[in-house]
């Protein structure tokens, strides 16, 4: 039978190609959102962040949008690479205490056909 | 500049044991975070600490406790080890306040026989 957990969503393209991974958060009261890029055996990545009071930021080859009424966020890479294959988290920073403690989406892993 | 650094990389305990994990953050970093990712999943927030002080704790029993020094660097201890705490271990660094952007290391890869 199935393992929870282990059984990651993934999205195949091909190389060139555009990628869409798309993300559902939990707590409509988290203003900062990240996302990762973990590959395998090493710990996540930085790859682009964004506030709450915005709802599009981009970086080099990299667009984060955020819908905050249907509480969801995405990332598209531009131009998709093989080194970009990756399993890729969205994280939300919880602010309702004192301090910052991110919460992470279950992640998908992204496949680069060459 | 050094990323977050993390020691050891690879650690094998048995059941009922306990372990010490190791962090120094970037530099002028003053927020150690630690992150526990099961195989599979996303990683769960354990603790965070700023300026030596614990700031926020994540859903773990109290057999999970960390602590930070005076240079930043931090280290988390777990005891009466249990299979189910295999798993990657992660710290992250960041300035301080929590909407920094949280930079982690490579991990300390615990496997429990």
């Known amino acids: 039978g199935e393992s929870v957990g282990l059984h990651l969503p993934t999205l195949s393209v091909q190389e060139g190609d555009n990628s869409i991974i798309n993300c559902a958060y939990s707590n409509s009261a988290s203003d900062y959102f990240i996302w990762y890029k973990q590959e395998s055996g090493k710990g996540p990545q930085f790859i682009i962040d964004i506030r709450s009071n915005m709802d599009k930021r981009q970086g080099q080859r990299v667009t984060v949008l955020l819908n905050k009424t249907v509480k969801h966020l995405s990332l598209q890479i531009a131009a998709t690479q093989p080194g970009d294959s990756a399993v890729y988290f969205c994280?939300?920073?919880?602010?309702?205490?004192?301090?910052?403690?991110?919460?992470f989406g279950q992640g998908t892993e992204l496949s680069v056909k060459p | 500049d050094a990323g977050v650094t993390q020691s050891p990389t690879h650690l094998i305990k048995t059941r009922g044991q306990h372990v010490t994990l190791r962090c120094s953050p970037i530099?002028?970093?003053?927020?150690v975070s630690w992150y526990q990712q099961v195989l599979g999943q996303g990683p769960q927030f354990i603790f965070q600490y700023y300026e030596k002080e614990e700031r926020g704790r994540g859903n773990f029993p109290d057999r999970f406790s960390a602590r930070q020094f005076p240079n930043y660097s931090s280290e988390l201890n777990v005891n009466a080890l249990l299979l189910g705490d295999s798993a990657l271990y992660l710290c992250?660094?960041?300035?301080?306040?929590?909407?920094?952007?949280?930079?982690f290391g490579p991990g300390t890869r615990l496997t429990v026989l």
């Open positions: 992250a660094s960041s300035s301080g306040t929590h909407t920094d952007t949280q930079y």
């Open positions: 530099s002028g970093h003053k927020s």
């Open positions: 994280a939300e920073n919880y602010a309702g205490d004192q301090g910052g403690k991110l919460i």
